[in-house]
């Protein structure tokens, strides 16, 4: 309570006590014209609130609320709400699976909880997946309602200078919109007014979002048109010439690459033990700094033997072969064993040499997975022999899931460090060497950072080493391979893609019945991705099966996407070739980026932050 208050509240309450210590003569009752009138009012008061809260409950003040504006078109309070919810349910959507990491409690209110503040007081990891954000959880989504909502009126706008109007088959597609939320409503059991609240928020009804989806579709009716007129303006002429303009924007080169380092820690605990204190590094100073030292000029000279071989497949042996036992020893130290089972240090070293030379084998020969280590098994024995070495059956048994995951961890070296189609970085010093014209396929180039990096007299000033190889394999040069369009359409479960593809397969294969199908099917997502070149999916089994040796132009395919995703793919037609898709993509970048700081400096939106903060989380 404020100052203010507090005085007004301390004065009523001694004239108050004065009062009643003053006037002990007995008052004459209340008139009943007095009585009649105060009923009255009563009543009346109950009626305002009634009335008050069924305007409430119905969203009329909130839809008679301007919360954005611009010169012929208004967004009401409501019709926020519809754009607020849309963003959070696709953000829910889209990181379900996280939701566990973030900080964001989906059963309390988004303006009760700050963005990236864990209320476990763990770490919230959403700054790793979105990018640093000062506010609440409300703030977030409603920062980005708002700048979509800011964008529909812009081109509305637009939309009305350019004489461009919703027809009867938009008007149809935002028919089939409501009906969707309708069936939705009756499949899970509620009237379609109170679906509709708990969707987009207490109050907003059935015309709210239809309003909604009116001005987004007209908005997006002419986005549609000005992309078409910008893509019409991307001539031949101008592609050649933005590459000439800007060559390392779009050339490539491939290569190969590996690192070796060492750390000064990790050599204090292999020398001194993992729970060494800091007198015994003291006293120990000298032998620690000699075991490091000699770690780093063992790791020079492999460094310099690897950047000796100008052979690709010659680079990627050594390289391998380097990372087995490093990846065996790691994946060694996650078993579960008992001390029992623990074989000794020669066994364990014949086991390793065996096994790692046999996952080396099978990742060199491209297999998709390796076998199991065979051992001679007895029933009534609790020993067995693996590699020729006599262990227990729980450690043989323990092989098994070792040798696995030690194939798995090279797999995923290997292809980390076998790079196609790298795109040059500024202020890099291997990209200003590989981009040079002057390079040729078969080169090295080592860069070496840390203690050692430029004398042999091996100091502990940085605490760390390494040195890492690099190989060309190709030149700078432009991607020729051409795009593939596809459509796609997106579902939480693995039953409602098949029986959306199926459907979709059960008739003629086109692009008009692939986008009814997904909305029959109530998809989470769909689009068509013209020219989609390969990667920009960030998903190896997506690209697998569009870029797949035996695709061809009408497959369809259910893929997997991981996080419990699941894509219905139309590989419709083939596209351009890819670096004139990405010269194409980056003029219509500028291109458009120019264009819209012109519509937002013509059509200036207007923007209440009161009504935005009024609006329900």
């Not at 509620?190 to 969707?199: D, G, P, Q, R, V």
């Not at 590996?258 to 590094?281: H, I, K, N, P």
């Not at 292809?415 to 202020?427: F, I, N, P």
């Not at 692939?514 to 999916?537: L, Q, S």
Request: glycine share 4%; with cysteine.
């Amino acid at each position: 309570m404020g100052k203010s208050n507090r005085i007004r509240v301390a004065r009523a309450e001694t004239k108050y006590s004065a009062a009643t210590t003053r006037n002990t003569k007995k008052k004459k009752g209340m008139s009943a014209k007095a009585a009649t009138v105060i009923a009255a009012l009563c009543a009346l008061l109950l009626v305002v609130v009634l009335l008050g809260s069924a305007l409430v409950a119905n969203g009329v003040p909130m839809r008679l609320s301007t919360a954005m504006s611009s010169e012929h078109f208004r967004i009401n309070g409501n019709m926020m709400s519809v754009y607020f919810r849309t963003e959070y349910q696709d953000f829910y959507s889209q990181y379900s699976s996280y939701m566990s990491y973030f900080s964001l409690d989906t059963s309390k209110p988004l303006k009760d909880q700050i963005f990236g503040e864990s209320a476990t007081g763990g770490y919230a990891y959403e700054s790793s997946f979105l990018g640093t954000y000062e506010g609440t959880w409300f703030d977030y989504f409603m920062d980005q309602a708002t700048e979509e909502a800011q964008q529909y009126l812009i081109y509305c706008e637009e939309a009305e200078k350019r004489g461009i109007e919703l027809n009867d088959e938009d008007y149809a597609s935002i028919d089939e919109q409501i009906e969707l939320i309708k069936e939705a409503a009756l499949t899970n059991g509620y009237t379609k007014s109170t679906y509709i609240a708990n969707l987009y928020g207490k109050g907003v009804k059935e015309r709210d979002v239809r309003r909604a989806l009116e001005l987004s579709t007209l908005a997006s009716k002419c986005a549609d048109e000005i992309r078409g007129e910008l893509l019409d303006g991307i001539t031949e002429g101008r592609i050649d010439d933005k590459y000439e303009a800007d060559k390392l924007a779009f050339d490539l080169v491939d290569y190969s690459t590996y690192s070796f380092s060492v750390d000064y820690e990790q050599v204090a605990v292999e020398v001194l033990g993992s729970d060494y204190t800091d007198e015994d590094l003291a006293s120990k100073a000298d032998e620690v700094l000699a075991e490091y030292k000699k770690q780093v000029l063992d790791a020079k000279e492999k460094a310099s033997q690897l950047a000796a071989l100008t052979d690709a497949q010659k680079f990627l042996e050594f390289m391998l072969a380097e990372e087995v036992k490093d990846v065996f020893d790691t994946q060694y130290e996650l078993l579960d064993l008992e001390d029992e089972d623990i074989p000794e240090k020669a066994v364990l070293d014949a086991i390793k040499d065996a096994m790692c030379a046999e996952v080396l084998a099978d990742v060199l020969a491209e297999k998709t997975e390796t076998t199991a280590p065979t051992h001679d098994h007895a029933d009534e024995s609790e020993t067995t022999k693996v590699y020729d070495q006599t262990v227990t059956e729980a450690f043989a048994h323990e092989l098994q899931t070792l040798k696995t995951d030690v194939f798995d961890s090279l797999n995923a070296s290997k292809q980390s460090s076998v790079l196609d189609k790298a795109t040059y970085v500024e202020e890099d010093e291997f990209m200003e060497w590989a981009f040079d014209e002057a390079r040729k396929v078969g080169e090295t180039k080592t860069i070496m950072e840390g203690d050692g990096s430029k004398s042999d007299d091996v100091k502990k000033e940085e605490g760390t080493f390494e040195a890492t190889v690099y190989l060309l394999r190709k030149t700078r040069y432009l991607d020729e391979e051409k795009t593939r369009s596809v459509a796609y359409m997106v579902f939480d479960s693995t039953e409602t893609a098949e029986e959306a593809m199926a459907a979709f397969k059960d008739g003629e294969l086109t692009l008009e019945r692939f986008e009814k199908i997904a909305e029959e099917y109530v998809a989470i997502n769909h689009a068509v991705a013209e020219d989609y070149v390969k990667g920009n999916m960030n998903n190896t089994s997506f690209d697998d099966w569009l870029y797949g040796d035996d695709a061809k132009i009408g497959d369809c395919a259910t893929i997997d996407m991981g996080n419990s995703s699941y894509l219905v793919g139309f590989y419709y037609e083939d596209g351009e070739v890819s670096w004139k898709v990405s010269v194409r993509d980056t003029l219509f970048s500028e291109d458009f980026e120019a264009l819209y700081a012109e519509l937002e400096a013509e059509h200036t939106v207007n923007v209440k932050e009161r009504v935005l903060n009024r609006v329900p989380d």
